[in-house]
């Protein structure tokens, strides 16, 4: 009999090769196997209309414009400027990709969604690396894999930046260590941080596993040494309002750390930030609102995953929530109540926040570790963050668990792609794209955005024209270009601004910090009372 020290994240020919294998030998150990029928979902969604339930349309099959090696779309990036700001990158697991590329990322267009375009060639695999939207609006493909090497699972050190104006490939100085499954982000002083790895890694020495680095687009990486912690694969990062990291996920002790620090005393385990479970291949969401009183408020929820296991007990997955509010302020810990909940438990979920401060958690489901057998979840559910209540909504067509990727659309629809096609289940996921058209999208009395500054910084206010129809505004607010993989979104993240009113002209408060909003591109929605967005616009913050 076999049970797992922790929740395998590995599929069959996960980054291909071994590596499923091997990284399942080191989770097993004694005890007992849960039994998982592979393909069997249940759908019991929403049965209203659309302006209760939402519309999910599509199941857009883009594999005729897909090269015939491509495993499934794994990665994905929409645009914030540019021509092709609004269009969405992605890419997929392809074994046949050699550390020196040239690996295809594709263009999707939503405006045409059953067409994809090979639009880049980049010469790296950036398959299993990380990404993020930097300060400038460039994209950052930092490492990937080398599925040439011997010592299987490896990492590459190559980095590479997508200039979405010029809509150029160029070189970056490498990353030190040849990581995978790193998590990268953009800080508040516009460096970028790579922190986390994959513990499977043989060529990586024990120091090397805990290192970090920092990228200066002045200076290059700057290795540092975390003395000692080493996060682990695809760590749940946020940068918070003053400037710290805040890192959830994968184990129970969350951490703050101070990126600037290295060695003793960067990472820091406050007792209060304990959560409730295990989260692995959980979601995990950062929001900046503002409380009926005006007063600032950083909420992080950690939704789903799976749990460590003891050796006699089987995968248990969850469906609770764990909430943390001002993750920095002294005293802060996280809070947990069975009656916040989701209806099914699901890992492998994708959570994607709307521009009416709701969050969408899509797809996921339950698993076996050790054959892969999954039961996906393809009923959409919706959490309201501060009620901390949730709302069924439509049935996806399409199982979306490993690999797949979810992200918001400036027009406010939700895009859902990719991820491992699930045998037993009757229809493919690996590459076929899912839209999703909120309640709101149904309701009407949409406001319009009529001007708004390109660029905004962190002090004073700046003009918004807008015209309503019905319902006057109740927020602004900013949400960031998204970039994700493996079930966490690099990049998102929700900042509402304060505002006041005169005739057809909002003056709105810049953003209160570059921690609440590092700079790079936001979609700025202005929202009526009735919870209706406007159509974004692009910004530039910073």
Not at 393 to 398: A, S, V
Not at 412 to 420: D, I, L
Not at 455 to 463: D, L
Not at 509 to 527: C, I, K, R, W
Request: net charge negative.
């Amino acid at each position: 009999m076999l049970a797992f020290a922790k929740i395998a994240r590995g599929v069959a020919g996960e980054c291909d090769g071994p590596v499923r294998v091997r990284r399942i030998l080191r989770l097993v150990v004694l005890g007992l196997v849960v039994p998982i029928t592979p393909g069997l979902a249940v759908a019991q969604g929403c049965m209203g209309t659309p302006t209760q339930c939402g519309q999910w349309a599509g199941g857009y099959d883009l594999s005729p414009y897909l090269d015939p090696t491509e495993f499934e779309f794994a990665h994905y990036a929409v645009i914030g400027s540019g021509p092709n700001a609004g269009k969405v990158l992605l890419w997929c697991r392809n074994g046949s990709v050699l550390p020196t590329g040239p690996q295809t990322v594709y263009l999707w267009d939503p405006r045409q969604p059953s067409r994809a375009a090979a639009s880049l060639q980049v010469d790296s695999n950036i398959f299993c690396g990380g990404q993020t939207w930097m300060s400038d609006g460039g994209l950052l493909w930092v490492g990937g894999t080398d599925v040439t090497a011997p010592s299987f699972p490896v990492g590459v050190k190559t980095v590479r930046r997508l200039d979405p104006v010029a809509w150029t490939i160029s070189q970056v100085p490498p990353i030190a260590r040849e990581v995978w499954y790193e998590t990268v982000i953009s800080l508040a002083d516009e460096t970028v941080l790579r922190t986390g790895t994959s513990p499977a890694v043989a060529s990586l020495t024990p120091a090397e596993l805990r290192s970090r680095e920092l990228y200066d687009p002045l200076s290059g990486w700057t290795p540092l040494d975390d003395n000692g912690f080493q996060p682990d694969e695809y760590p749940r990062l946020h940068v918070v309002q003053s400037g710290k990291v805040l890192m959830t996920g994968y184990d129970q002790q969350a951490r703050i750390l101070d990126p600037q620090v290295a060695g003793p005393g960067a990472w820091t385990a406050p007792p209060g930030l304990v959560s409730s479970v295990d989260r692995i291949a959980g979601g995990s969401v950062y929001l900046s609102y503002l409380d009926p009183s005006g007063a600032r408020v950083e909420r992080v929820i950690v939704i789903g995953g799976g749990a460590i296991q003891t050796p006699t007990a089987p995968p248990t997955f969850w469906k609770s929530i764990d909430v943390l509010d001002n993750p920095d302020a002294p005293g802060s810990a996280w809070q947990t109540n069975p009656v916040w909940d989701m209806t099914w438990e699901r890992a492998e979920l994708n959570v994607v926040i709307l521009p009416n401060r709701q969050i969408l958690v899509i797809g996921g489901g339950i698993y076996d570790p050790m054959t892969g057998n999954r039961v996906p979840r393809v009923t959409t559910e919706m959490l309201d963050p501060v009620a901390l209540t949730w709302k069924l909504m439509g049935d996806q067509r399409h199982a979306r668990m490993y690999h797949s990727g979810a992200g918001l659309l400036p027009d406010g629809r939700v895009v859902s792609a990719g991820g491992v096609d699930i045998p037993g289940f009757p229809f493919p996921s690996a590459h076929t794209i899912e839209v999703f058209s909120p309640p709101y999208l149904f309701a009407g009395g949409a406001p319009s955005i009529t001007n708004v500054p390109a660029t905004i910084g962190y002090t004073g206010t700046f003009p918004v024209g807008v015209t309503t129809f019905g319902s006057p505004v109740g927020t602004v607010v900013l949400i960031r270009a998204g970039s994700s993989t493996h079930h966490f979104d690099f990049d998102q993240r929700y900042v509402e601004l304060f505002f006041t009113t005169s005739g057809s002209t909002l003056t709105v408060g810049a953003p209160p910090s570059p921690g609440a909003a590092p700079p790079g591109y936001y979609m700025l929605f202005v929202v009526s009372t009735a919870g209706v967005p406007s159509e974004a616009k692009w910004v530039l913050v910073g």
